[in-house]
């Protein structure tokens, strides 16, 4: 196995441990302590777990080698973990959202108790540490399924503060008998789920246009062209696409060349395109090489 799809691999198991402990938490002290702020924030938690089992058999799948069926290998599953982790996120989102909203329209608001301040403080600073670790993983070995769960951590964490605020606001309402500010737990809610919703929407999207194979922009592969400019033997680059395959990168290339070349001295060329891409670049995963006659008059030709 490589050395990344273990590392991804054991920052997923992580992720899964501390979110149910989390989950367990702030389900339990929220249900004790009569928050909803704290309770939906324990929903966010649990689509945690669920989608860092997604993403853990989404890094399995696309660490398989080709095969017939997958020539260019199984890495597109990451992103399609990434596209179900999003899914989850928008889901939990609206049920926060409608579960704070009824407060409003006839449910009586609950002061917190001081438990639950206590809950959210622990969980900011664990979601946190969550989000830079899986962060700084997935930026290292370029995945996307993991950089999703990065970012389901980091919404976590911004939805705990939204909490915090609210659990705040409600116990300052109760105790200096401010009936508007027992509203603050239940509003903290509607913003958690704002703030969850975009961020499955972000990484739907991201991974959406992997899914489509949008191919990468000029500048992304301005340093693609110029390793194979440095090839002897090409004359001209006439057309390039380098598209995302999960973690990876493919590309398509189309090369002129001296048009008095045998078939093996152009073979020759195109193989060392390729291998020259592949040691240069290390995200690069595949090259497509195909050959054209250069025709220029002014050229030299040396056959």
Excluded: C
């Excluded at 590392?7 to 979110?19: D, L, M, R």
């Excluded at 149910?20 to 929220?30: A, E, Q, S």
């Excluded at 929903?43 to 853990?56: C, E, Q």
Aim: net charge neutral; glycine share 6%.
């Amino acid at each position: 196995m490589k050395e990344s799809t273990r590392q991804i691999e054991f920052a997923t198991w992580v992720g899964i441990v501390v979110n149910t402990l989390l989950t367990i938490m702030k389900g339990v002290i929220g249900f004790v302590a009569g928050s909803k702020a704290l309770l939906a924030d324990a929903a966010h938690s649990a689509s945690d777990i669920v989608g860092s089992i997604v993403v853990l058999f989404g890094v399995k799948i696309a660490s398989k080698p080709p095969d017939e069926e997958h020539p260019y290998g199984h890495g597109k599953a990451e992103n399609i973990a990434s596209i179900i982790v999003a899914l989850l996120l928008i889901i939990i989102g609206v049920e926060i959202s409608l579960s704070s909203i009824k407060v409003f329209f006839g449910e009586t608001p609950n002061i917190p108790g001081k438990l639950a301040l206590v809950a959210i403080i622990i969980s900011i600073l664990v979601k946190e540490a969550l989000f830079q670790y899986k962060y700084f993983l997935g930026k290292k070995y370029n995945s996307a399924a993991l950089m999703s769960e990065a970012w389901h951590h980091r919404s976590d964490s911004l939805s705990s503060i939204a909490a915090l605020f609210g659990v705040a606001g409600a116990m300052l309402g109760g105790y200096f008998e401010l009936p508007f500010l027992l509203y603050a737990d239940a509003a903290a809610g509607i913003l958690v789920s704002v703030i969850v919703m975009k961020v499955g929407y972000s990484l739907a999207k991201e991974s959406s246009l992997v899914m489509m194979e949008q191919v990468l922009n000029k500048e992304e592969i301005e340093k693609f062209e110029q390793t194979v400019q440095n090839v002897d033997g090409v004359l001209r680059i006439d057309q390039i696409y380098a598209r995302k395959h999960g973690r990876y990168v493919v590309i398509d290339i189309k090369l002129s060349v001296n048009p008095h070349l045998s078939v093996e001295e152009g073979h020759t060329i195109a193989k060392a395109v390729k291998q020259k891409l592949l040691e240069k670049h290390q995200e690069i995963k595949d090259v497509l090489v195909h050959l054209n006659p250069y025709h220029d008059h002014k050229l030299n030709y040396r056959v």
